[in-house]
């Protein structure tokens, strides 16, 4: 029986959420569960960016590989589309990164970054999030922001961030940003409501670069 190349597995849904460094200690998180979602990750960086998303974007089956795309205006009652929509693209961990934000609702871009060298998707989506948040306070605008990481939304709370990448000189200015991010969050205060973006009920975010 050839040996399993995955090294990490991110449980997305189970007894404990979160990332583990051997199958053993999986199986206890995944075992009798009802619809646990896990995956298997050759490197750690790999399993953090998957696990700061959705398993939607990682797991897929025969039964929704053809489904049609939801479309957020169907859950207008829940969505307020007079926000801003962040996020980021990645082509692969690590590698060419940009994010941008655009309205919810026209889908206008109001910012995008990059591309820079050697970055990942969790840190172009907390860059997305603070950008957002210090246009929108230069501006007076105190509109909702949407966001589909939850790894940025943890550290955008935290004021920190957590991530096994490591500079170089090709990615030295997202370090800089990086820096300049929790700069801000320390010496400024902000009213915005930030809003986890529902990717299994309301489909893609709106700023999503549609590269899946």
């Known amino acids: 029986m050839a040996k399993s190349k995955n090294k990490y597995y991110v449980v ?47 797991i897929k089956t025969k039964r929704n590989a053809h489904k049609t795309p939801k479309d957020p205006k169907a859950y207008s009652s829940e969505i307020n589309f007079d926000s801003i929509s962040v996020d980021a693209a990645c082509s692969r961990n690590p590698g060419i990164m940009e994010y941008r934000g655009v309205h919810t609702q026209t889908h206008e871009e109001i910012f995008r970054m990059g591309p820079f060298e050697d970055g990942t998707n969790n840190i172009g989506e907390f860059l997305a999030l603070v950008h957002a948040l210090a246009l929108m306070k230069k501006n007076n605008d105190k509109r909702a922001i949407y966001t589909d990481s939850r790894t940025g939304l943890s550290w955008l709370k935290n004021k920190r961030v957590k991530t096994t990448l490591k500079q170089t000189q090709k990615n030295r200015k997202i370090f800089v940003l990086l820096e300049r991010a929790i700069k801000w969050l320390k010496n400024n205060d902000y009213s915005n409501e930030i809003i986890k973006w529902d990717t299994e009920r309301w489909g893609e975010i709106p700023a999503d670069f549609g590269r899946k």
């Open 12 to 58: 997305w849904v189970g007894q404990n959420p979160g990332i583990y460094d051997n199958w053993k200690d999986t199986q206890v998180q995944i075992t009798g569960f009802p619809n646990a979602k896990y995956k298997g990750f050759k490197t750690l960086i790999e399993a953090e960016e998957a696990f700061g998303q959705s398993a939607r974007g990682y």
